[in-house]
């Protein structure tokens, strides 16, 4: 049996048309598979393309704030009940004012020259911090009365000038059926150490007369 062999040939023309068709369908082929996906993008380090930014299953870029000089480990930002806080160069760094305030706070205590009370029932968190914008001490009394506002370290739950006393934020004095009013533009912080929880009180400070009532409202915001 003869062998027959067909030979078929094409113009240059048609080669060029024949190599742009294909080179077509190689460009189309990722753009029709990440259509339904959108479009694939790496966002790299510029000195060392390894180090790629990544993406969670739910679609949150996953970011972090970390000291700038150390690369392979950095020393990163730790987000805890809305507060981020940081170790960098071993000290301290807290976001404070840069991150918008978890709570208002707010109440009025009663005291008088024996008895404390708490700004809240339940301590607060070590990595959080109460910023006290505002206090106002109305004495009731016939007699003055010295008022200080206290951080103590307690655990859980605050009673009236119990735990560990860490400082005294602020003092004031109340005359006899005087109102005294302090704005802090500059908030008085009371920040946590990251390991205590702690509380905020109003106490009489030093010797006073007895029979004095005075009543604390203080303002503030946690953060």
């Not at 030979?7 to 460009?27: D, G, H, N, P, T």
């Not at 679609?59 to 700038?68: D, K, Q, R």
């Not at 004012?97 to 809240?120: E, G």
Request: aromatic content about 6%; glycine content about 6%.
């Amino acid at each position: 049996m003869d062998e027959r062999r067909i030979k078929v040939e094409f113009s240059s023309r048609q080669m060029v048309i024949i190599v742009a068709l294909i080179a077509l369908a190689a460009i189309m082929l990722p753009i029709s598979v990440q259509a339904a996906t959108g479009s694939s993008v790496n966002i790299t380090d510029p000195n060392k393309s390894t180090y790629k930014a990544k993406v969670s299953g739910v679609g949150a870029l996953l970011t972090g704030i970390c000291s700038w000089n150390n690369i392979s480990t950095p020393t990163c930002a730790t987000v805890t009940n809305h507060s981020l806080n940081t170790v960098v160069n071993g000290g301290f760094v807290n976001a404070g004012t840069d991150i918008p305030p978890l709570f208002p706070l707010s109440k009025v205590l009663t005291i008088n020259d024996t008895t404390s009370d708490f700004l809240r029932a339940a301590a607060f968190d070590p990595n959080e911090e109460v910023e006290i914008s505002g206090i106002t001490v109305s004495n009731y009394s016939a007699v003055p009365l010295k008022v200080t506002i206290q951080m103590r370290h307690q655990a859980t739950t605050c009673t009236a000038g119990g735990g560990t006393l860490v400082q005294d934020l602020e003092e004031v004095y109340a005359a006899a059926n005087q109102t005294v009013h302090l704005s802090f533009p500059q908030p008085i912080v009371a920040a946590g150490d990251g390991v205590n929880e702690f509380c905020v009180d109003a106490a009489p400070s030093g010797s006073n007369a007895p029979s004095s009532d005075v009543r604390v409202t203080i303002v503030g915001y946690e953060f």
